[in-house]
Each structure stands twice: as C-alpha cells, then as structure tokens.
C-alpha cells in the first residue's frame, strides 16, 4: 500500500509556471512506476507524464512534450512534475499515481491515486 499526496496546484497566467509534488507514504516508494495524469471538465481522465522505478525512463502525452518534467526523489518519496509555458488547455484537476507497469500505462494500470491539486491556467 502507498498513499499519496499531491501539493503545488494552483491558478497562473497563460505562459506561467507551476511545480506539482507528491508525497508517498510507505518504505517502498522506489518499487513503483510513478505518474500523473490530469481530468479536464468534461474530458476523460489520461497520463500526463510517467517515470519508471529506478532507471529515470520517461513517459510525456505529445501535448506536454518539451514543456512538462518529471521528476522522483526516491530517498525523500516524492515525485514532481515541473509545468512550464503553461496553456489554458491544461486547467485539470491533476493527480498523482502509482503503478507497478510499464511508463506507458493507461489509467487503468494505476493502483494507488492521490486526492488531487487543481491547476488552473488563465488567458
């Protein structure tokens, strides 16, 4: 079992930047796949970006490339996820998860979910 916690979220201009993190419980943070993904008003849930256990593989969605890092710290628990030139298409609620899959794992795949953060993004 692992709980998470996401922090971070809030409300930024178009162009804006903003840093999710999330803390994990439990001493066996560093066996899962770790990830988040996003809910958008009236949209399906869907990965954002995914980082492997120990070797640092990535997953990003196409929409994010280029802007979006993910990031873990095994020792202190906890995965970030650095949002830069932030669009209004990325407002969503914005959750953190945890799987034992592969980087590119649907939502399905993913066991254990954070309560998670609000990202809003005006023009």
């Known amino acids: 079992q692992v709980q998470l916690v996401e922090s971070g979220g809030g409300l930024v201009q178009a162009g804006g930047s903003l840093r999710l993190s999330c803390a994990a419980s439990?001493?066996?943070?560093?066996?899962?796949?770790m990830a988040w993904l996003r809910q958008a008003p009236g949209k399906e849930r869907e990965p954002v970006a995914a980082?492997?256990?120990?070797?640092?593989?990535?997953y990003y969605v196409n929409s994010v490339k280029g802007r979006f890092t993910i990031s873990r710290d095994n020792a202190k628990n906890t995965v970030y996820l650095q949002m830069n030139s932030l669009k209004p298409e990325d407002t969503a609620v914005y959750y953190c998860?945890?799987?034992?899959?592969?980087?590119?794992?649907?939502?399905?795949?993913?066991?254990?979910w954070g309560q998670g953060a609000q990202v809003t993004v005006s023009s």
């Open positions: 980082i492997s256990r120990r070797d640092g593989t990535t």
């Open positions: 439990g001493r066996t943070f560093s066996s899962y796949t």
């Open positions: 998860a945890a799987g034992t899959g592969p980087v590119e794992s649907t939502v399905e795949d993913y066991a254990f």
